[in-house]
C-alpha cells in the first residue's frame, strides 16, 4: 500500500503541477506583437526636400511662430534626415513636401526622421528608355521646365527637345525654353519648330548672364522664375550650370566645356539640388526656386500616354472631341477632324503649324 493517499487531491504531489494547470507564456521573447497602427506624429514638422545623397535627405524647414502653451518660434532651418522604415518603399526626390519628427533643430550632427510625404502637386518623370515601362520620378512639385538649348556647340537636338515638351505637358508643367550661344548660330531656324506653341523664349549671348539690367535676358528669367519652382533640364555643355551660378551665385555649380571631337558636353551635375533663387528687390516669399538636374543626352518617355500629350494643346481639344472614335490624331488617320479644319479654313496657318507640332510630338 502507498504511503500517501492517491485518492485525496489536494494533498498529491503531483496536483500542483499537473499539465492542465501548468500556465504557459503566450509570447516567448515577451517582446510586444506587431501592428499595422502608426503613431500619428502630431508634432511633426513640414520642409521641402532639396537635396538627396546616399539615404539622407536635405530638407528646408520654413520659420514657426511661437504657439502660446506650445512649442517656442524656430528660425527656418535646414535638417538632415533619413526616412522611416514604412517609406522605405516610397520614393522621396527633390521637391517633395515631407513630414519631419526627431531633433528638427538643424543642429550639426542632428538627424531627423521623414514619416509622411505629402500629395505632390505634379511629378515629372522619366524612363530609361522608350520601351521600359518603369518609371523614375525626377521631380516632385515643380510649376515651371526651362529647357536649356544651344543654338551649336553642341548642335541642337529638335528630337530631345520635342520630348521635353512631351514630359512637361504630361506632368502638367508650364515649359520654357533658353538657347544660349546665340552668337555662333542662327537660332531662328531651330526656334520655328515651336513657334506654334506659344512656349516662351529667351535668347542669350555671351555677356548676357553678367548682364542684370532690368532690360536684360537675365532679369526677364528672374521675373519668370520669382514665386515658382522650376526645374532645368538640358543636354550637357550648354551652359545650364552657368546660368544657374548667374541666377544663385552661391550655387557654384561645377561647369564644364564641349569636346572639340564628339561635339559632346562633359557632365558637370552628378545630381539634382533644389536652390533658392532671390530676385533683387523682392520680398522673401517671391524668391523662386531652381532644381537643377544632370545633363542628360537621351530622355525615356516609356510612361507617356496620348493623354498626357494633349494636354498641352487645349486651343485644339474641340476639334479632337470631334474625331472619330479611336482616332490617333496622326496624318495616317482616316477622317481626322485636324484635317478637315485645316482644309475647310476653321484653322489658319498658325493653328496648321500647331496640328503639325503636336503630330510631331505624338510620334
Not at 332 to 344: M, R, V, W
Request: glycine share 8%.
Amino acid at each position: 500500500m502507498s504511503w500517501f493517499n492517491v485518492d485525496d487531491e489536494d494533498d498529491a504531489p503531483y496536483g500542483e503541477y499537473a499539465d492542465h494547470e501548468v500556465r504557459t507564456r503566450p509570447n516567448p521573447k515577451a517582446n510586444r506583437p506587431r501592428t499595422k497602427r502608426r503613431p500619428e506624429h502630431a508634432d511633426a514638422v513640414t520642409g521641402m526636400i532639396t537635396a538627396v545623397d546616399r539615404g539622407r535627405y536635405t530638407a528646408l524647414v520654413p520659420a514657426t511662430p511661437a504657439v502660446k502653451g506650445g512649442p517656442k518660434a524656430a528660425p527656418e532651418r535646414v535638417v538632415v534626415a533619413a526616412r522611416a522604415r514604412e517609406l522605405r518603399k516610397t520614393a522621396i526626390v527633390i521637391g517633395d513636401r515631407v513630414q519631419l519628427v526627431g531633433d528638427v533643430s538643424g543642429d550639426e550632427g542632428s538627424l531627423s526622421r521623414i514619416v509622411a510625404v505629402e500629395e505632390r502637386t505634379t511629378m515629372l518623370r522619366r524612363s530609361a528608355d522608350d520601351s521600359d515601362r518603369v518609371e523614375r520620378i525626377m521631380v516632385a512639385n515643380a510649376e515651371q521646365m526651362l529647357i536649356v538649348v544651344a543654338a551649336a556647340n553642341p548642335e541642337p537636338r529638335v528630337r530631345l527637345v520635342d520630348r521635353y515638351l512631351v514630359a512637361a505637358y504630361d506632368a502638367g508643367i508650364q515649359p520654357l525654353i533658353c538657347l544660349t550661344k546665340i552668337d555662333l548660330a542662327d537660332p531662328e531656324p531651330f526656334l520655328e519648330n515651336f513657334a506654334a506653341l506659344e512656349v516662351p523664349i529667351f535668347r542669350s549671348a555671351p555677356g548676357a548672364w553678367e548682364d542684370d539690367s532690368p532690360a536684360g535676358v537675365l532679369s526677364q528669367i528672374r521675373e519668370t522664375l520669382a514665386g515658382k519652382t522650376t526645374v532645368f533640364v538640358g543636354h550637357s555643355g550648354v551652359g545650364k550650370s552657368t546660368l544657374i551660378n548667374a541666377l544663385v551665385p552661391e550655387a557654384e555649380r561645377a561647369t564644364g566645356h564641349v569636346n572639340e571631337v564628339t561635339g559632346r558636353g562633359r557632365h558637370t551635375s552628378s545630381s539634382s539640388v533644389a536652390l533658392r533663387a532671390a530676385t533683387p528687390g523682392a520680398a522673401a516669399g517671391e524668391s523662386g526656386w531652381v532644381i537643377d538636374t544632370p545633363g542628360v543626352r537621351s530622355f525615356g518617355l516609356g510612361h507617356v500616354t496620348s493623354d498626357g500629350i494633349l494636354r498641352g494643346f487645349t486651343d485644339l481639344v474641340p476639334l479632337l472631341d470631334a474625331c472619330p472614335r479611336g482616332c490617333s490624331h496622326t496624318e495616317e488617320a482616316p477622317d481626322c477632324e485636324l484635317d478637315l479644319a485645316i482644309a475647310d479654313g476653321r484653322l489658319d496657318a498658325l493653328g496648321a503649324r500647331r496640328v503639325e507640332s503636336l503630330r510631331r510630338l505624338l510620334k
